[in-house]
DNA sequence: GCCGTTTTCGGCCCGACTGTTTTCAGTCG
């Protein structure tokens, strides 16, 4: 079983007890063992065998939780799951996730009038059997029809570049707003986590009212959910919802630590405040009543002794650790990026020449590309075997005599095919300048097959790089089983390094992978695999996603001079 | 359920907004 299984089970026993009226605490201590296990590199079934392995090291896994996984490892089950489970349905869970009802409301519905599906919630609100219930409503009512409307839209996440976008916009146009002197979106977006649940955004403005004014009269915003004198929540055409906040000056820094989150990471840190006597919250620092800090966000992180936290690394996965001891990584920057080593051309499924590419590429400011078309296997894309490969390579020469200022490579996406064996021969392989192995079939194939497929591809002397390792589309399809440690110690071995995909459905390796590519001193090339000209615009997911992981410029190989990397890649020549 | 150089018990981040109340509980982020 994969982490992510196993943490699921973990987050649907949070849910259950929620509905049973568990302690909240004690919900969320489940939700944080889920939490653990979801972003643990390691493979917890590995860790459970380990005859050294102690599960209660994990951060917030005790013994009780730590017993409760070796049960899940061992028999695959976990009895008091189990038992919740005939105790409610699916659907009960469901309605937690419809806005305005918690496990308290939904309590009630469940005990006062015995629904247990969707359908009888839905009947019961048509037929007005809601709202004379007590610390019910109309409203309330009301709301639980349009919930269930949107229940499919509701909590599903959008890509973190769909996300930005409409931040970005709304952002640009709201700053226009007399009176706003500032104003920046917050939240998951900000931390460039590759999806996001709802837009964040946090102004400054004098009269807040006509700032709520013209996000409410916004092209692209729906409706009004809510609206305060400090918050407005808004749901946008696409079904995402964008709180907006207006806060005094004084309290920017306060509240931009505040809403970019994560919730884990600023739990630790208002714990740090507390520890020192002082109280954090949206508006500033205090120590009584007095205020401290809040205007900057570095104020902020010093008030409670630490230097400031880049937003991406805000996930309480070591880094208040490593703050503390001021070893923070000096995080990878997009102007850091020299070369993109991963691109298509009218040759396979591109839209552009090789020279187009070039020069789009070179009018981005990249100091050298790989060409890397499909090989014979992607069919669909008129993959190129031997004799067009070399034919394609020969025009790619051709093209180097056209454009200064731009190195360009001589590659190829290799499909790794089911059997384990690549999809062209070693012979015309070795003449490539830059070779990256692919798994795009087959992405179901029991672990050990993967395994074989990568082990077999890393070993061959002539890959470079294992690129979109996983394969997963985010939203669309999870990645293939993968037992990473395993890979991670042979591309080490072999010299073979590993890609971030820059692509928003791929982000592959994702930050806990990348991090992990890191300690094992693997060097990862952030690509963008564009397919058109206007492909390279990507490349800044790419280098969030390295971010999230801490990777430094040094840990990716694109960022060296052109020199530098080819002196990388020779060692295989 | 976790956690502990004040603690093995009693805490566990904190405030805005809504709808239902008549002073506040529930929900949300």
New binding site residues.
């Given amino acids: 079983m994969q982490n992510a299984a196993i943490a699921a089970l973990f987050d649907e026993l949070a849910d259950l007890l929620e509905l049973q009226g568990a302690?909240?605490?004690?919900v969320?201590?489940?939700r944080?063992?889920s939490r653990t296990i979801g972003d643990l590199s390691e493979s917890i079934v590995e860790l459970v065998n380990a005859p050294e392995g102690d599960l209660?090291q994990?951060?917030?896994?005790?013994?009780?939780?730590?017993a409760?996984i070796e049960t899940v490892v061992t028999t695959g089950k976990l009895p008091?799951l189990e038992e919740l489970r005939t105790q409610f349905s699916p659907d009960m869970v469901r309605m937690?996730?419809?806005?305005?009802?918690?496990?308290?409301?939904?309590?009630?519905l469940i005990d006062e009038l015995e629904l247990k599906t969707l359908a009888d919630l839905q009947a019961a609100a048509e037929q007005g059997r809601i709202?004379p219930l007590?610390?019910?409503?109309?409203?309330?009512?009301?709301?639980i029809l349009e919930g269930l409307k949107q229940i499919e839209q509701a909590g599903q996440r959008v890509l973190l570049s769909t996300a930005k976008a409409a931040a970005d916009r709304i952002v640009a146009d709201l700053a226009k707003v007399p009176g706003v002197s500032q104003i920046t979106a917050a939240?998951s977006c900000r931390r460039r986590k590759e999806t996001c649940?709802?837009l964040?955004i946090l102004a400054v403005a004098d009269d807040s009212a006509a700032i709520m004014d013209q996000l409410a009269a916004h092209p692209s915003v729906q409706k009004v959910?809510?609206?305060?004198?400090?918050?407005?929540?808004v749901i946008l055409a696409g079904g995402l919802?964008l709180?907006l906040?207006v806060v005094p000056s004084e309290s920017y820094g306060a509240a931009m630590q505040?809403?970019t989150?994560s919730?884990e990471h600023?739990?630790?840190i208002?714990?740090r405040?507390?520890?020192r006597g002082l109280?954090?919250?949206?508006?500033g620092v205090?120590r009584g009543e007095t205020y401290v800090a809040g205007q900057t966000e570095q104020d902020v992180y010093a008030a409670v002794d630490l230097p400031w936290i880049p937003p991406e690394l805000r996930e309480n996965r070591g880094e208040i650790e490593l703050a503390e001891k001021h070893q923070l990584p000096t995080l990878i920057e997009l102007d850091d990026i020299q070369g993109d080593l991963h691109m298509h051309t009218t040759a396979t499924d591109g839209t552009a020449s090789i020279l187009e590419m070039a020069e789009a590429a070179k009018a981005r400011g990249l100091k050298y590309i790989a060409i890397t078309d499909h090989s014979k296997r992607v069919s669909m894309a008129h993959g190129l075997d031997a004799e067009r490969l070399r034919a394609h390579w020969k025009e790619i020469d051709k093209v180097r005599g056209q454009i200064q200022g731009i190195e360009i490579l001589c590659g190829i996406e290799c499909d790794i095919l089911e059997d384990a064996t690549m999809d062209l021969d070693d012979e015309v392989l070795s003449e490539a300048d830059w070779v990256i192995a692919v798994l795009h079939y087959g992405l179901k194939q029991p672990r050990e097959q993967i395994q074989k497929r990568l082990l077999n591809a890393i070993r061959n002397p002539h890959v470079d790089v294992i690129g979109h390792p996983t394969g997963r589309m985010i939203g669309h399809r999870p990645g293939a089983d993968i037992h990473f440690p395993e890979i991670f110690k042979a591309a080490a071995e072999h010299g073979v390094m590993l890609e971030i995909n820059a692509n928003p459905v791929r982000l592959d390796l994702d930050d806990i992978h990348a991090a992990a590519a890191k300690d094992h001193v693997i060097p990862i090339v952030i690509n963008t695999d564009s397919h058109a000209t206007n492909g390279f615009e990507i490349l800044e997911f790419g280098v969030y996603q390295a971010r999230r992981a801490g990777l430094t410029k040094a840990d990716v190989a694109n960022t060296k001079s052109f020199a530098e990397f080819q002196k990388l890649i020779d060692r295989k020549r």
């Fill in positions: 302690n909240p605490f004690r969320r201590a489940y944080n063992a209660t994990l951060a917030g896994i005790g013994k009780d939780l730590a409760k008091q937690l996730r419809i806005p305005g009802l918690g496990p308290k409301k939904v309590a009630v709202a007590k610390g019910f409503g109309k409203k309330t009512e009301q709301t939240g649940g709802d964040d959910v809510a609206r305060g004198e400090t918050k407005q929540t919802q709180d906040r505040y809403f989150g919730k600023n739990i630790v208002r714990r405040a507390q520890e109280k954090l919250n949206e508006y205090y």
